[in-house]
């Protein structure tokens, strides 16, 4: 990976530049260094699988790059702005804007429904009323789910949960989705179905970053990038970051989802 300064030219700027970021856990007197000086340039419109063992660092990455956790040391540019000079209100704001977040546990709010849960970010962004309503209709729509609106957590399938997670995620319309292994709890069935809405979403210009322990789950990256003790060991690229994901299909689910991601980046 080239260390060299990237072009100042916006459409051109990196989505994710980290530079010799640590990231260092204080745990009573011992220290744990999460990230270990670690180097990482995402384009926009790549689609990148992180991998790596149990505490090499996937997540303390995820939740630098989500502006969930800050570096220690080293620097980390989002958008071409550098997070360091971001207060903490800035920092909601640009997660609230910028950035879905995809998580293994599904992370909706329990006793709420489908449609409420999808609601909420737009919420948190002063969306209202009926703006707010239909584009959480029509995230929902995207993802197959205008037939489970009205229906709790506890009512549906995790697949299913995972869906609605989703659409969460990209009812804001984000540049960045980051999942942290999203199908960790899902059957082969609905693992394909996530990767499957993955891969449309990337394919309608969305960067993503994806954390997995499954090869046949990183196989819809376009690259890969292998972590060991907190630092970057190999980064192998499969697919050119202007061309479609690798594993992409044609299908029903996102038709709507492109004209929302049209209709809101224009409002
Ligand atoms: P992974 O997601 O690859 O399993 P993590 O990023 O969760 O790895 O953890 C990397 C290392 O940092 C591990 O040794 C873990 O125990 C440690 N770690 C992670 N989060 C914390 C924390 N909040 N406090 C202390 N240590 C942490
Ligand atoms: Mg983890």
Redesign the pocket.
Same mark, same amino acid.
Request: charged share 5%.
């Given at each position: 990976m080239s260390e060299s300064t990237h072009p100042v030219s916006p459409a051109k700027r990196p989505v994710i530049e980290l530079r010799r970021v640590v990231k260092t856990?204080y745990?009573g007197e011992v220290e744990?260094n999460?990230l270990r000086g670690l180097s990482l340039v995402v384009e926009r419109g790549d689609f990148v699988a992180v991998m790596?063992a @149990? &505490? @090499? &660092?996937? @997540?303390? %990455?995820m939740n630098i790059i989500g502006c969930l956790d800050v570096p220690s040391r080293g620097s980390f540019w989002l958008d071409g702005v550098d997070v360091r000079t971001l207060d903490e209100e800035s920092l909601a704001i640009v997660r609230n804007r910028k950035i879905g977040f995809v998580f293994q546990s599904y992370n909706l709010i329990p006793r709420t429904t489908a449609i409420a849960n999808v609601e909420l970010p737009l919420a948190y962004g002063g969306v209202k009323g009926r703006d707010r309503r239909a584009r959480a209709l029509s995230a929902l729509e995207s993802v197959g789910l205008s037939d489970r609106l009205e229906h709790v957590p506890s009512e549906m399938s995790g697949g299913q949960q995972q869906r609605v997670a989703i659409a969460r995620a990209i009812v804001t319309n984000p540049s960045l989705v980051l999942a942290d292994e999203p199908t960790g709890n899902l059957d082969t069935a609905s693992s394909l179905e996530v990767m499957r809405l993955l891969s449309r979403l990337n394919a309608t210009g969305r960067t993503i970053v994806l954390i997995t322990h499954e090869a046949d789950i990183a196989s819809f990256a376009k690259r890969t990038v292998r %972590?060991r003790d907190g630092n970057i060991i190999e980064d192998e690229r499969h697919t050119a970051v202007d061309a479609p994901p690798p594993r992409l299909e044609p299908g029903p689910g996102l038709g709507p989802l492109i004209g929302a991601a049209v209709r809101s980046s224009t409002s």
């Open positions: 856990y745990m744990v999460a790596g @149990s &505490g @090499s &660092g996937k @997540s303390t %990455l %972590l």
